[in-house]
């Protein structure tokens, strides 16, 4: 059920385990990880315990604290068995911490290959850990940045608009399935990207893979919507939420999205700038099958923890 469950102690949770986290969910991992993954309610013992056991890999933060700690050394024990049936699972990461205190703590994790995070982002060692993990992942990463590098690299010139030609269409039709799909997020996304439906379809007619594309616009469209309908906005405001959603899925910094802050409360900014990163809804309502008790929203359950929508107040004006 999950690539990887994180053990770790408290104390390293706000500097560099809920990043860690954030970042390797961001990236598309299934990742067991308290905050992301308890929601109210639920038994932490029985949860860790189903987290150990449906996990591929073990990430173990090992630092000055976690040595201390009886909880996180039974997580590690339950890492440990499970490795000594199935092979490698446990991925250490070295956190503030010398090779000597964890040769003390415990001399076989001291033998094992380690991530440090000693002088390095956060990224990097999520990078790391992704390229062992999920290696199809991290070659997706890998492209996206020599891309990166290459507009870096790249000279800026200034083009006439009336100059810049469409790219050839691909294909002559589209399925049905594809049109049916391409409906609806033109309607979703009505009034902050408002086109004709020529022009919708004749943009994915372009495209070599107009199923991945449409797929990647699902996404922004529906980041968009669980966003608006959740609050009060006005026209701008919608109208700057489908910017920041559409610039953040395409991999653009909240620095560069300056111009959108002004229109919206500092909880509600940061909310916008976390939706994209995450495959299944943050935010989302606690509901049941009265006759079964089984959550519609389990699924959401597994990567976060769940906003209810009922306790979130609503953004009334322009901030």
Known sequence: ??????????????????????????????????????????????????????????????????????????????????????????LPVWHNITKDQVLQFSPPLADKFAVTSSGREVRQVAFDLIKIVRPDIFCQIHRKLQWEEQLRNAKTVSVDTQEVKFGPIVHETLPQELVGRIRLLRAALWGAHTHSMKVWVDGFRRDLHPETE???????????????KTRKLTAKQMQAAFSVVFFTSNGEKPEALSQYRSFFKAADWDLLLRLPLYREPVLDVKEEFPETGIRLSEAAYRQFRVLQIDDIPPNSGEA
Not at 214 to 228: D, N, P, R
Request: net charge negative.
């Open 1 to 90: 059920m999950w690539d990887a469950f994180i053990s770790h102690a408290s104390e390293d949770k706000s500097d560099f385990v809920r990043p860690l986290a954030e970042l390797l969910a961001g990236y598309g991992l299934a990742i067991w990880y308290d905050e992301l993954s308890l929601t109210i309610g639920d038994s932490l013992s029985r949860s860790i315990d189903k987290g150990l056991a449906e996990s591929r890999f073990g990430i173990v933060v090992l630092s000055p604290a976690f040595i201390s700690k009886n909880w996180p050394e039974y997580e590690l024990r339950g890492l440990t068995a499970r490795e000594m049936h199935t092979g490698k699972i446990i």
């Open 214 to 228: 449409i797929a990647w616009w699902e996404h922004v469209a529906a980041c968009y919507l669980e966003f608006i």
